[in-house]
Each structure stands twice: as C-alpha cells, then as structure tokens.
C-alpha cells in the first residue's frame, strides 16, 4: 500500500510540478516538510491540488464541447500573451469552416467568447476547464489540430511545448501519442514558406 501511494504521488508531483511552476511548487514542498508518512503527504497534496485547479474556474462560462473545442485552440495559439497573426487567424477559420464538428454553428460568436475568456482566464485555466467537456472520439483531433496551427512555422520553443503538454494531458492523450502527433506535424510544416506580415 505505502508502494502505491507514493508511486502516486511521484506521478502527481511530476506532473504538476512541470505545469505549476512557482508557488505551487513552494507550497508542495512545505507539504513534504510538514507531512509525517506517504500517505499524509499524498491527501495533503491531492487536497492542494483539487483547491488550486478549480480556484476561479467555476466562473468560467463554457458550457458545450463546441465552445471548449475553440477555447482550447485559442488557449494554446494565445499562451504567453501572444497575440494572433493575419496568417493564424486564416488557418483557424479554414481549420473550423472545413471541421464537420462545427457545421451549422456560429464560429464567429465561438471565437468571441473564447478571445473573451483567453482575456480574462488565460491559457491555462482554459484548457483545464474545458478539456473534459471535448468528448472522447474528438479528443485526438482536436489536439492534432492544435498542433497544426502551433507548427505552422515548423518549429515550436519551450512555452509552446508546455502548452501543447498541458492541452495533449487534460485532452487524456498518451505521451507516446502526443510526440507522435507533434513530431508529425513538426516534419510536415518544416518548410512551409513564412508569410513576413507588414
């Protein structure tokens, strides 16, 4: 028993300690300090963990798997406080226009709301909440299209990586998927030629 909880554990702490830098590392840390055994540690931390992932997420308005499928995908064009190209913002409407997920919808009010909610939430807070409302046949392709648009240059730098590691954990993708998917795409775009925007 004390095997399996700390194993837990070790995944618990792996995992948020590459999604939750700073303070939650502090925190998780004073837990280890306090805590008397393994399985003191491990309630200690799940109970942190649960209280810092919803803290203001049940405010945030996403209520179908339309709405969080295009939040994701702004959720993770727009992390780091990025902004969105001319070029981006023709790939996600060609991407969405030609999706059969999103006929008959209105992918104008759905790309509002989530500018809307990527201004006042970010990233991170986004891709939690909305992740689990992405049903499950959808799940992969959503993420492949993430990473269509995020290697449009053929190349993605370290936030973008984290981004995509996030979006691909709460998406309930393997590891093995999520690079294989990536490296494909990596590949694929290497040489696209770069539009310079004046």
Not at 33 to 44: D, E, G, K, L, Q
Not at 184 to 196: C, D, E, S
Request: glycine letters at 4%; charged letters at 20%; hydrophobic letters at 45%.
């Amino acid at each position: 028993m004390i095997l399996m909880v700390t194993g837990a554990l070790t995944a618990f702490w792996h995992i948020n300690r590459i999604l939750y830098k700073g303070s939650i590392k502090i925190c998780v840390e004073q837990e280890f300090r306090n805590a008397h055994n393994s399985a003191t540690v491990f309630v200690c931390f799940a109970f942190f963990h649960q209280c810092y992932l919803h803290l203001g997420m049940n405010n945030i308005p996403i209520t179908n798997e339309l709405e969080a499928s295009v939040a994701i995908l702004f959720a993770c064009v727009l992390h780091d406080g990025k902004t969105l190209s001319q070029a981006q913002i023709e790939q996600l409407s060609r991407m969405l226009v030609l999706s059969a997920r999103f006929k008959g919808s209105s992918l104008n009010d759905l790309s509002v709301k989530a500018l809307s909610l990527q201004a006042e939430h970010g990233s991170k807070l986004i891709i939690e909440h909305a992740a689990p409302l992405v049903s499950e046949e959808f799940r992969d392709t959503l993420f492949a299209m993430c990473c269509e648009i995020m290697t449009a240059d053929g190349r993605i730098d370290e936030n973008e990586s984290e981004i995509l590691a996030m979006a691909a954990l709460y998406l309930g993708l393997s590891v093995e998927d999520m690079k294989m998917m990536l490296t494909t795409y990596l590949i694929r775009n290497r040489w696209n030629v770069q539009i310079v925007e004046e």
